[in-house]
């Protein structure tokens, strides 16, 4: 039998979610650059995959009628651009853990370039999309991400 490659979701290092991705042609415009919204799409896939190594379920929460996250609010900045080609490393962390909401720092990097930053505070919500206490067992799986021994930033990332 053929082994069936599995999605890379990134590691845990300490407190920090580390996510790697590589610029396709689709994700550029004519001149070979990151068109602008593909940061929010790589950042959304970093966290998801991260709710995935802490063993938050999200597709059986929402097939529950338990609820999902949605994003409440997003705060991004674009320093430099990715290009075409490029190996793109994005780092996420847990600013706030909530009763109903989390805030996550995410940063993109090509090498010890930054690229963009973003804070992102994502909501608990009710099928009705309605905020709801988000489940206990996912508040501590975020409180001991959050308090995770510190990591060292990869060299040339302070």
């Keep these: 039998m053929t082994a069936i490659p599995l999605p890379a979701s990134g590691v845990l290092d300490g407190a920090i979610h580390r996510y790697a991705l590589r610029v396709y042609y689709e994700d550029t415009d004519a001149g ?4 602008h919204a593909n940061y929010l799409r790589w950042f959304e896939r970093a966290r998801s995959d991260l709710l995935d190594l802490l063993d938050i379920d999200q597709a059986a929460a929402l097939i529950a009628g338990e609820g999902a996250y949605t994003v409440a609010e997003v705060s991004l900045r674009y320093l430099i651009p990715a290009r075409l080609g490029d190996t793109v490393n994005l ?3 847990a600013e706030a853990i909530g009763r109903a909401s989390c805030t996550m ?3 993109a990097w090509r090498g010890d370039t930054k690229l963009a930053e973003a804070t992102v505070r994502v909501g608990f919500v009710g099928p009705d999309g309605r905020p709801r206490r988000q489940p206990e067992a996912w508040q501590r799986a975020f409180t001991a991400f959050t308090d995770a021994s510190p990591a060292s930033p990869p060299e040339g990332q302070e």
Excluded at 32 to 35: A, E, N, Q
């Design 91 to 93: 780092e996420t962390r």
């Design 105 to 107: 720092r995410q940063i």
């Design 32 to 35: 070979g650059i990151v068109y």
